[in-house]
């Protein structure tokens, strides 16, 4: 009960700071996308920012490329459509690493609102939804994986967020969901693993069990690294009455 409180307390200070946030977030000027509009400077060095934020973030220093990004701030009001997209996604991936997860999100829904129809997009959402999963926001995270399938389901990355939801399907009780989007979700180790798990949550051991076996042969160093993979194998052979 307690914990349910902190987690709703928790929630309402996310979405009261994404509310702030959004005020004071910099938006680009009225620009086409081919470029600044009548009367507005385009803002300057933005390609030498980019250089300068990769080569911090190559050398795992987050915290300087975030200073470089959060100093560009004003700058970037006069960026285009597509630049200031590209800022907010390359600031979100900075503030990611940086372990700033609640200003992430806005940066990764600021880039996916702003960037072109392309790869970028589909993975600033996506990377949005994995985001929200991490920090443990799992019903957020399963809505923008929902709307990264329902955008993007014919794309060649659509099994990562098939992958996603089936986790956190999984995690919130909702086995047949997790199964069905396992199903979907390639033939990786993560996957199938995966899939083994929802079979036998889903009361289907003899399944679950016949697939633990062969994946625990093709992939052993994953089953001593997992711990739940064990537990579910486990489990498995225990709904059988069967011992190793």
């Known amino acids: ?25 910099a938006t680009p000027a009225q620009a086409s996308s081919s470029g600044a509009g009548a009367g507005v400077c385009p803002a300057p060095g933005f390609s030498t920012l980019e250089r300068q934020v990769r080569q911090e973030m190559s050398q795992n220093r987050a915290g300087a490329a975030i200073k470089a990004l959060e100093a560009y701030r004003s700058a970037a009001l006069r960026l285009t459509r ?12 900075a503030l990611r690493r940086g372990k700033k997860f609640y200003e992430a ?25 994995d985001v929200y999963a991490g920090m443990g926001f799992y019903p957020e995270a399963i809505s923008v994986y929902r709307i990264f399938l329902s955008a993007y389901g014919k794309s060649d ?22 199964l069905q989007n396992y199903e979907k ?58 011992t190793d």
């Open 1 to 25: 009960m307690l914990v349910a409180i902190f987690l709703s307390v928790m929630k309402l200070f996310f979405f009261l700071f994404c509310a702030l946030t959004a005020v004071f977030v």
């Open 185 to 242: 979700a390639g033939g990786g180790a993560s996957a199938l693993f995966g899939k083994a798990e929802a079979l036998a949550a889903c009361g289907r051991p003899g399944e679950a069990y016949a697939l633990f076996t062969s994946l625990a042969a093709r992939y052993p160093g994953y089953m001593e690294r997992s711990g739940l993979a064990r537990y579910g194998m486990g489990e498995a052979c225990r709904l059988l009455r069967r």
């Open 105 to 129: 999100v806005e940066c990764y829904r600021l880039a996916y609102l702003f960037m072109p129809e392309g790869r970028d997009k589909e993975m600033a959402l996506l990377d949005r939804a």
């Open 157 to 178: 990355i659509a099994w990562r967020a098939h992958l996603g939801l089936a986790d956190m399907l999984f995690k919130t009780a909702d086995y047949s969901g997790a």
């Open 82 to 93: 597509p630049e200031f997209a590209q800022y907010n996604y390359i600031y979100a991936g």
